[in-house]
Nanobody, 125 residues
Framework: QVQLAESGGGSVEAGGSLRLSCTLSGITSSRNCLAWFRQSPGKEREGVAAIYDGGVATWYAASVKGRFYISQDNAKSTLYLQMHSLKTDDTATYYC??????????????????WGQGTQVMVSS
């Protein structure tokens, strides 16, 4: 059974950085599509970044490209989202997701089999 648990959220001023972590339990295949999504009140869930096969390929939403970086440490069974130059628009609950579509080809649709419980990020001006 795959289980995910996010951590690392918190409050930060605009321009600051945070690193989110997601511990991965029960994932046996390296060829897994993993991703980070976010959702803020009144807005639709947004795909932030995705990673396939331990980093063979990565994708980013246009709104975070160049500021956020997704990575995976297989030895620690952990997925990361390093966030720099945070903006107030980045305020949201962030979720990690696993068991995504084959080769991550439709990851932005949110068709993942397993989700974490979320961690909140608040960016103040």
């Amino acid at each position: 059974q795959v289980q995910l648990a996010e951590s690392g959220g918190g409050s930060v001023e605009a321009g600051g950085s945070l690193r989110l972590s997601c511990t991965l339990s029960g994932i046996t295949s390296s060829r897994n599509c993993l991703a980070w999504f976010r959702q803020s009140p009144g807005k639709e869930r947004e795909g932030v970044a995705a990673i396939y096969d331990g980093g063979v390929a990565t994708w980013y939403a246009a709104s975070v490209k160049g500021r956020f970086y997704i990575s995976q440490d297989n030895a620690k069974s952990t997925l990361y989202l390093q966030m720099h130059s945070l903006k107030t628009d980045d305020t949201a609950t962030y979720y990690c997701a696993a068991n995504g579509p084959r080769s991550c080809n439709t990851w932005t649709r949110g068709n993942f089999g397993t989700w974490g419980q979320g961690t909140q990020v608040m960016v103040s001006s």
